[in-house]
């Protein structure tokens, strides 16, 4: 199950998305009304890990399959923050998995 609620230590109904099995889809969406750029995590079919699809490409959000996460970007640096988190973590990634 990729989309779970647990404790983290001290911390009560954490959600947690854990990746690696290539069943989260991450969709890229305009909200027009705020012209906010958001990522929605949702749950897909298993398969290859980074594979792109059109599936819901102009459709009305509505029509996803349920959405459990959303990440809402109000600027372009908080993206950039969050490109950089991940690309540190990605190189610590490297260093453990030798």
């Given amino acids: 199950m990729p989309f779970v609620k647990s404790d983290f230590w001290r ?5 947690i998305i854990e990746f690696g099995t290539g069943d989260i ?7 027009q009304e705020n012209r906010e750029l958001c ?5 897909g079919s298993e398969g ?10 102009g459709k009305p959000v509505d029509e996803m399959s349920e959405i459990k996460t959303l990440f809402v970007f ?5 993206i950039d923050a969050v490109i950089e988190t991940l690309q540190e ?10």
Avoid at 11 to 15: I, T
Avoid at 89 to 98: A, H, Q, R
């Fill in 11 to 15: 911390h009560k109904d954490v959600n």
């Fill in 25 to 31: 889809q991450m969709t890229k969406m305009l909200l």
């Fill in 39 to 43: 990522i929605a995590f949702h749950i």
């Fill in 48 to 57: 290859e890990i980074g594979r792109t699809t059109n599936e819901y490409a």
């Fill in 74 to 78: 109000k600027k372009k640096e908080s």
């Fill in 89 to 98: 973590l990605k190189t610590e990634f490297e260093k453990i998995s030798v």
